[in-house]
């Protein structure tokens, strides 16, 4: 299916960091704990292009992979699945439904009382909404 949200790239250029864009735009990967981590507390990780919910805090857990991990999305259709066999491997590239920013990979190998699946997700690729309260 494709993204709804569509921009040139010159757009995504202006909108995104440099490294924002690198991993978003490019499928880049950002080095494994160079993610500076998220406010405390309950809410909402977006997608950093087009501000789509993705995960919210309480399936976020520390797998000790160095990039922030989750047992699932917010809703199933928030992010898409795709076969990725860059690198050498077969993995599952996560991106954002609605905007098709790369955001990482799933892998089987997450908590098994969450379900078993591990989203590692770029922290470059998140932003945070705090809840309030």
């Not at 757009?11 to 864009?21: D, K, N």
């Not at 770029?122 to 909404?129: H, K, P, R, S």
Request: net charge negative.
């Amino acid at each position: 299916m494709a993204p709804k949200i569509q921009k040139s790239d010159a757009e995504w250029r202006e909108q995104l960091s440099e490294s924002a864009y690198r991993v978003t735009r490019l499928a880049g990967t950002e080095r494994p704990f160079s993610h500076p981590g998220f406010a405390p507390g309950p809410g909402t990780f977006l997608c950093t292009c087009c501000g789509e919910p993705l995960f919210t805090k309480d399936t976020k857990f520390d797998s000790g992979c160095g990039w922030p991990s989750f047992t699932a999305p917010l809703k199933g259709e928030a992010v898409e699945e795709h076969v990725d066999t860059t690198h050498g491997m077969r993995r599952t590239e996560v991106t954002c439904s609605s905007c098709g920013a790369h955001l990482g990979h799933v892998f089987p190998d997450g908590p098994p009382e969450a379900g078993g699946l591990r989203y590692c997700i770029n922290g470059v690729a998140l932003d945070f909404e705090q809840e309030e309260g």
